[in-house]
């Protein structure tokens, strides 16, 4: 792993023209290879979380379907309102 190179000593400047990138995406990686170890580079689609991070995700999506489920019967029970009004003659 090219952070690995770099944590052995090379310097990011010339890991990172030997990837063709710049030295401060080489830094960057290293960071984030430092703080989060494994966790850092889960790839496309493959997300390492925490359990709070998965729970977190679970809640945000049921939020969600709730608040779509409530916009719904607000607008049933506006339609249910105005068609009772019609057929009471009110």
Sequence with gaps: MDVELH????SSTVKGSEL???HDLVRRW???????GARSFPGNAKQNLTLEQKEILTL?????ESEIEREILKKAVSIFSRG???????
Aim: charged share 40%; aromatic share 4%.
């Design 7 to 10: 944590l052995d000593g090379r």
């Design 20 to 22: 063709g990138i710049g």
């Design 30 to 36: 290293t960071r984030e290879f430092k703080s989060d």
């Design 60 to 64: 945000k999506k049921a939020l969600k």
């Design 84 to 90: 009772d009004s019609r057929h009471t003659g009110l």
